[in-house]
């Protein structure tokens, strides 16, 4: 697998070329460049504009060539994005390298660059060099650490990208800042997590923004330090929650400039079409607007995803027979040292509620019948022998959705598997039954064990 770099044969594309040279040769892969001619007339067979470009174009492998790299390039026609997208060698390629700079002016019907185009169609990582990528080639001879700034959520095309972050960290030593933008009003739903809101003054006149709650930041650095893993190589790793509304290409960039990286690193969704403008791209603002280098690696990449057991399990209680066949099934797919979260949702009566209703439909318990609960639960533990190689915890909570709190604890929990059984009892409203466990497949993002009545 080759690295791919195409270059316009101008000054700005020979910075990319040096810099691809200098990646592949610390990869251990052959280098192809691919050239593009940007004057009319170079298309012209015989034309003295297409032998300048070819003689260019040899100029230019020769002086990367060397004895521990391989070179090879190739003059091509048409459209740069369109080409480049369909060739077959940029399909095998390992990695493709573009310049941002040089490929002539846009015209005003059509104002998204070459390199922008080709990332969000290209079917590997591409890597888009701007004027500092004199980074990338020190990095790359081992003369300093590379500063790397990637977007992190829970999507696959991010999954993707940290898989070649991971990657990344093995070829040469690389500090990362793994950023996360987040919406607290958002999350704070989304955790089901009731403290008062704090709003943080940055300008009396201007705006106010609200800043995390403790508890929701918790949670959101244990899901960022999951999702980006232990990362090979040597290197500084932080993490990062950057609070914000509108566009997080914006809030990307900002800490990106703040913190003076030197690439930035995205995965990309490729959406096109009606999907590309409900769900917006990333990937698309922060190619278009860093000042830094930008990969972009497209959610097809492989994710590195070792099965293992379950390392938690939250098994939703209603204290019948079917809660304690559930709770044994978790005990028997947890791995030793795991946890097992014991959950009751008591489902609140059109009578119990008061004229305040919670926004997100789910509060604690009442100190009271929180005690009466968790002693309930208390008693469900088993104290059989290897009961005490997993960690027992437990939670009651008050809502009107029983499958949506349930849904909020699992992402305050972090569990990895959901163990419910349902009970079959006529007259018994607070049991779980089919029609919750339907509501809970349907809308819980963990897996869902159900244990049928």
């Keep these: ?5 195409a270059i316009n044969l101008t000054e700005a594309s020979s910075r990319s070329a040096r810099a691809a040279a200098a990646i592949a040769a610390r990869l251990g892969e052959p280098l192809w460049l691919l050239g593009f001619p940007l004057t009319e007339h170079s298309s012209r067979p015989g034309s003295r504009a297409r032998d300048e470009a070819r003689t260019r174009l040899s100029a230019e492998a020769s002086r990367l060539s060397t004895p521990g790299l391989s070179v090879e390039a190739w003059l091509l026609e048409g459209p740069p994005s369109t080409v480049l997208v369909q060739d077959a060698r ?26 922008e185009r080709v990332a969000q169609q290209a079917h590997v990582p591409v890597l888009v060099v701007r004027r500092r990528g004199d980074a990338l080639i020190d990095w790359a001879l081992g003369r300093r650490r590379l500063q790397v700034l990637v977007g992190v959520d829970d999507s696959r095309a991010s999954a993707a990208a940290i898989a070649w972050l991971h990657e990344l960290r093995r070829v040469g030593d690389c500090d990362v800042l793994a950023v996360s933008v987040c919406s607290p009003v958002e999350e704070r739903e989304r955790l089901g997590i009731h403290t008062p809101v704090h709003l943080e003054v940055l300008d009396p006149v201007v705006r106010r923004i609200e800043v995390l709650d403790p508890q929701v930041e918790r949670v959101l650095l244990r899901e ?34 703040a913190h003076a990286v030197d690439l930035v690193l995205v995965g990309n969704h490729q959406r096109g079409g009606l999907a590309r403008l409900w769900h917006g791209s990333v990937s698309a603002g922060v190619l278009r607007h860093a000042e830094q280098s930008v990969a972009c690696v497209p959610s097809t990449q492989p994710t590195a995803r070792k099965s293992v057991p379950p390392r938690s399990v939250l098994v939703p209680v209603d204290f019948s027979e079917a809660s304690s066949r559930a709770i044994s099934q978790a005990r028997s797919l947890v791995r030793p040292g795991g946890r097992v979260h014991l959950l009751h949702v008591h489902r609140r009566r059109p009578a119990d509620r008061s004229w305040v209703m919670d926004q997100y439909g789910v509060v604690p318990e009442p100190p009271r019948e929180q005690s009466s609960v968790l002693a309930r639960l208390e008693a469900l533990v088993p104290h059989e022998d290897g009961a005490s190689e997993v960690q027992w915890t437990l939670e009651g909570v008050t809502g009107d959705d029983v499958a949506r709190a349930i849904c909020q604890a699992t992402e305050r929990e972090g569990v990895d598997l959901v163990c419910l059984g349902t009970s079959d009892a006529p007259g018994h409203s607070h049991y779980l039954d089919e029609a919750v466990a339907r509501t809970l497949v349907e809308r819980c993002r963990r897996p869902v064990v159900v244990l049928h009545a």
Excluded: K, N, Q
Aim: charged share 20%; net charge neutral; proline share 8%.
């Design 1 to 5: 697998m080759a690295v791919v770099c």
């Design 90 to 115: 940029v399909r095998r390629a390992r990695l493709l390298i573009v310049s941002a700079e040089g490929w002539g002016h846009l015209p005003a019907w059509h104002r998204t660059p070459v390199y």
């Design 224 to 257: 960022l330090s999951e999702r980006v893993g232990e990362l090979p190589g040597e290197g500084r790793l932080e993490l990062l929650l950057e609070p914000g509304f509108g566009r997080p290409a914006d809030h990307l960039l900002h800490v990106a400039h």
